[in-house]
């Protein structure tokens, strides 16, 4: 068993793994966006949580809104692109399987 403490006030910050799954958190401030067309998790699913705060997500070429407690799947190979949209920041709890980093 491992237990971490989520604090999400780091822009990333890797929690831990096992090999067969990673999390991490992320912190972006209003305006601030990340990834890109070119942005793509080859073999790994990426599962993220909205902590708080509100963005918008691009994934594959179609755009979705982040609101606190959206729960977000983006399957491996897809592009993606993650934005703040809102007035504070926008922190979310991340899983990757595999492991990506």
Do not use: C
């Not at 793994?17 to 990673?22: E, H």
């Amino acid at each position: 068993m491992k237990r971490y403490d989520i604090k999400a006030d780091k822009e990333w910050s890797m929690l831990g793994g096992t090999g067969r799954s990673q999390t991490a958190t992320m912190v972006l401030t209003p305006g601030e966006t990340t990834g890109g067309p070119e942005n793509r998790h080859r073999e790994s699913d990426q599962w993220m949580y909205v902590l708080s705060g509100n963005g918008e997500a691009v994934v594959a070429g179609q755009h979705t809104p982040l609101l606190e407690k959206t729960l977000l799947l983006i399957e491996a190979g897809e592009a993606h692109e993650i934005k703040n949209t809102g007035a504070v920041a926008l922190r979310t709890l991340n899983f990757y399987a595999p492991e990506e980093y």
